[in-house]
């Protein structure tokens, strides 16, 4: 597609549940990332998939957090049982390669609201 | 450790020009970007600095001194679309570190 695509733009939902948040990065894009900001704050990053494999799970902020990407394109962030601390926006960005020079193209993110 | 401090907020006027400065301490250093962030909406890449010195676009010119760990972004001719936030991220082998973003106002 022409610009990076994320689903759903907003989410509401009760503490406790699952929620899955999807990324569709710039077509033939090799290099995905996974933001988080917080009200006020600036982006933490979570997770880097080259391909489809993640060389950099650093940031994600505790077992409850996971990704996986399929057929080096689309991404998946899964949230397991949530909690409010987890309401934030969650930014996908992709770059051409996962070199250094490549600027990161944003999505325009999933507002995720715990309620 | 990694440390990346901007100013949170800045305010100008309407035709001014405004230098928005951002210093940095990070373990690694694959250069420096620069992006524009509207309230709600997704950043926007601006300008990258890998070597020393001043890359102008249009408008916009960012500067990086390595050895000071210091960059900043110059806005000319200030137009009232230009309020936004500013983010400045060191990239460091392909994961970008941000800081908490400069929010400027413009002002006719």
């Known amino acids: 597609g022409a610009g990076v695509s994320q689903s759903p733009s907003n989410k509401v939902t009760e503490k406790g549940k699952d929620v899955e948040l999807r990324c569709d990065p710039i077509?033939?894009?090799?290099?995905l990332y996974w933001y988080r900001q917080s009200l006020g704050q600036g982006l933490e990053f979570l997770i880097y998939f080259q391909g489809n494999s993640a060389p950099d799970k650093s940031g994600l902020p505790s077992d409850r957090f996971s990704a996986e990407r399929t057929g080096g394109s689309v991404s998946t962030l899964t949230i397991q049982r949530t909690q409010q601390e987890d309401s934030a926006v969650y930014l996908c960005?992709?770059?051409?390669?996962?070199?250094?020079?490549?600027?990161?193209?944003f999505g325009d993110g999933t507002r995720l609201s715990i309620l | 450790g990694q440390n990346i401090d901007q100013p949170t907020e800045m305010t100008a006027t309407e035709g001014a020009i405004v230098q928005i400065n951002c210093t940095y301490q990070t373990s690694g250093f694959n250069g420096l970007f620069w992006y524009q962030q509207h309230a709600g909406e997704a950043p926007t890449f601006l300008s990258y600095?890998?070597?020393?010195g001043l890359e102008e676009k249009g408008r916009f010119s960012s500067f990086l001194s390595r050895s000071k760990g210091y960059s900043y972004l110059l806005l000319k001719e200030l137009q009232m679309k230009d309020s936004a936030s500013y983010l400045c991220a060191v990239n460091r082998t392909d994961k970008l570190i941000f800081g908490t973003g400069t929010r400027l106002q413009v002002f006719p």
């Open positions: 600095n890998v070597l020393d």
């Open positions: 077509s033939g894009h090799t290099a």
């Open positions: 960005a992709s770059s051409a390669a996962g070199t250094a020079n490549q600027p990161q193209h």
